[in-house]
C-alpha cells in the first residue's frame, strides 16, 4: 500500500537518521520535521527505512 502520511512523533533526539535517508521528506531544525505537500508513495523505501532506523521510534507513517 502506498504511504499517504508521514509524522513525527513527540520524543525526536535529532539523530539526523531520517533526514540522511531520505532529505525529501525529513528536515532536522532543532528537532525533525516533515515535509508537507510531498508525494510520501515516491518515497516509499527510505521513509520505511527512517521509521525503523530510528532510534527514538518517533518517525511514523500510516498507509
Known amino acids: 500500500m502506498a ?3 508521514v509524522w ?3 520524543g525526536c ?4 537518521i531520517c533526514s540522511s535517508l531520505c532529505p525529501e521528506v525529513f528536515v532536522l531544525k ?3 520535521h516533515v515535509n ?3 508525494n510520501y ?13 530510528c532510534p527514538m ?3 511514523k ?3
Open 30 to 32: 532543532d528537532v525533525a
Open 61 to 63: 507513517f500510516s498507509e
Open 3 to 5: 504511504i499517504k502520511k
Open 13 to 16: 533526539a535529532a539523530s539526523g
Open 36 to 38: 508537507e505537500g510531498i
Open 41 to 53: 508513495s515516491d518515497y516509499e523505501k527510505p521513509i520505511r527505512e527512517a521509521a525503523e532506523n
Open 8 to 10: 513525527i512523533e513527540e
Open 57 to 59: 521510534e518517533v518517525v
